[in-house]
């Protein structure tokens, strides 16, 4: 199999704080893992590619200081929205393929639903 | 860049056969893959074509045809636990080839 985690589920904060978001590849190793944020009842937007070992690849328009990606190991990739304001609240999914599988499927974490108030 | 079309909702009664369609631009096309989303989860893999044809997976099917940028996801024996929001997405040569793209989303609703 593979299984993907996110950590955590669902957060609430306060305008002008930061928020962490944790993916992780549990049974097997994900040399690059990718970001989303999804709004109600609309499509998956790519916010950025994130790279074990490297900078991540942020897509147009996406603000690579407000969104800080760290890929620290073959499992780990985290989000930080930074200074999170109220139009960043979303539904935000991170997802990584395999290697052997020719990256064909991708594999989704369960999503972190980020309310800012 | 990339851009990716569906109908935005399709109803269709238990146990019959729906059609989802989806056309592609891309400036370097690599594949299309289709992904099941129910309400609040998370999007999971159902198909990928990177040929011209059919690909057949139990109760699911997918098309491609690479000259019209345009493909298809099959749905046979509707059941209602096949209600959720279906995309499709490709990958782009010209962005990182594992990098996906998705659809508008087409809301599949499965009505008794």
């Known amino acids: 199999g593979a299984v993907v985690s996110q950590h955590p589920s669902r957060v609430i904060c306060k305008s002008g704080t930061s928020v962490k978001i944790e993916c992780r590849s549990l049974d097997f190793q994900a040399t690059t893992m990718f970001w989303y944020r999804q709004f109600p009842k609309q499509s998956l937007m790519l916010m950025a590619t994130s790279n074990e070992g490297s900078k991540a690849t942020y897509e147009q328009g996406v603000e690579k200081d407000k969104f800080l990606i760290n890929h620290a190991s073959l499992t780990l990739s985290t989000l930080t929205v930074t200074s999170a304001h109220p139009e960043d609240s979303s539904f935000y999914i991170c997802s990584a393929g395999k290697r052997e599988s020719s990256y064909n499927e991708q594999f989704f974490g369960p999503g972190t639903r980020l309310t800012v108030l | 860049g990339q851009s990716l079309e569906q109908p935005s909702e399709v109803t269709a009664v238990e146990g019959a056969i729906v059609q989802i369609n989806c056309t592609y631009q891309?400036?370097?096309?690599?594949?299309l893959s289709w992904y099941q989303q129910h309400d609040g989860g998370a999007p999971t893999f159902l198909s990928y074509n990177a040929l011209d044809g059919l690909e057949e997976t139990g109760r699911f099917s997918s098309f491609l045809s690479r000259s019209d940028s345009y493909g298809y996801l099959l749905l046979q024996e509707l059941q209602m636990k096949d209600s959720a929001s279906y995309f499709c997405a490709v990958r782009d040569l010209g962005a990182g080839a594992n990098n996906l793209f998705f659809g508008t989303g087409t809301r599949l609703t499965v009505i008794p």
């Open positions: 891309t400036s370097g096309f690599y594949g």
